[in-house]
């Protein structure tokens, strides 16, 4: 096992790999070990990139762990949703083929051990209402990293169109 962190604009994240790849990504300060195990540079450098506005190489996703639902859910808003761009939980329910799953798609949120990298925080709610947020910060991080991709909110909060 390996685990590093970095401090960014929402505060420190850690990570944490195996053998498989990323195991997980978290909030706050974490201990060292193996810190130059090379899928923690891949994800530094990411991070990196992203609060840098860019794009970057994804590290490999340790997704042993992971049921087929979670795992179709995840790679789905990972390889089909882009930097300021969001989706309902009805429609990625519905995109990976689970029409009347949007809570199911809604746990897969809560659970997802890569946030930021498998970016969550892009999935709201069919009103427009961005709904919660399982990270440090609840939905004011959910809130300033949307803000941070380039999306607006109205004057109630819900996000503009």
Known sequence: ???????????????????????RIGWGEVTRVNSDDPQLEITKKWLSDYFGGKVGELPTLDETALTK?????????????T???????????????????SRAVGSVMAMNPWPLLVPCHRVVCSDGV????????????????????????????????
């Open 1 to 23: 096992m390996a685990r590093d962190w970095m401090t960014t604009s929402i505060g420190p994240i850690n990570f944490e790999s195996n053998q498989y790849g990323l195991v």
């Open 69 to 81: 639902f979670q795992s179709k859910v995840l790679g789905y808003l990972r390889d089909k949703t």
């Open 83 to 101: 930097t300021g761009q969001t989706i309902t939980y009805s429609d990625l329910a519905t995109a990976v083929g689970h029409s009347n799953a």
């Open 130 to 161: 961005i709904g919660n947020y399982s990270g440090e910060g609840g939905s004011l991080t959910k809130t300033r990293l949307l803000l941070h991709e380039g999306l607006k909110f109205d004057s109630h909060g819900k996000l503009a169109h």
